[in-house]
């Protein structure tokens, strides 16, 4: 089963209460990267199916220091307070920060947002790929935790393209918009007309 690697004599899987809930965290160490991925699971991944899947990229200035340049850090945490209302759902945490080109390349990419280039423009201008994230670690995960029919929690349907290819099951798909604001309404009105992302007009309202 792919590049991940669980083979401890103490598996990296326990309990983590948090003030979304009680959920199971499991680390999946990459071999291919040397990152540590977390799938963090609520409730039992028999189904019903679909199960409620978010596919979270990590993305240190959204998730950690609360930046509204992106609106990532609401969706981490709205997507874990829908699962803990659902019932029972999994996030998957990937380690691939800046639409998967980095921590650095990602500030870089801010720099000439500051001068005028938008979110896609500014990754081209520094020869990066407008996303250059791979879902194959996510398909091994959720084959790990037991999950093979989807609900994912998104608003790129490039994403549900992506786990269908790599023979996972999405049979819905349920919208994820949140934490609009003045700081972010460009960058999420670029994700809804050049990058294919499903956010309406009025989803773009502020809150
Ligand atoms: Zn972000």
Known sequence: M????????VPADARLPTTHGEFRIRVFHDDETGFDHVALTLGDMDGPDPVLVRMHSECLTGDAFGSSRCDCGPQLHLALDTIRSHGWGCLLYLRQEGRGIGLHAKIQAYNLQDKGA??????????????????????????????????????NPLKVEALQALGITVSERMPLVVGVSSENQEYLRTKAER???KITDSDLKIE
């Not at 792919?2 to 004599?9: D, H, K, L, R």
């Not at 201008?125 to 959720?142: F, N, S, T």
């Open 118 to 155: 938008d979110t896609l423009d500014a990754n081209l201008m520094l020869g990066h790929p407008a996303d250059a994230r791979d879902y194959k670690i996510a398909a091994d995960m959720l084959g790990a935790v037991g999950i093979g029919d989807v609900c994912l929690l998104t608003n």
């Open 195 to 197: 990058m294919g992302h």
């Open 2 to 9: 792919g590049p991940i690697t669980e083979n401890y004599a």
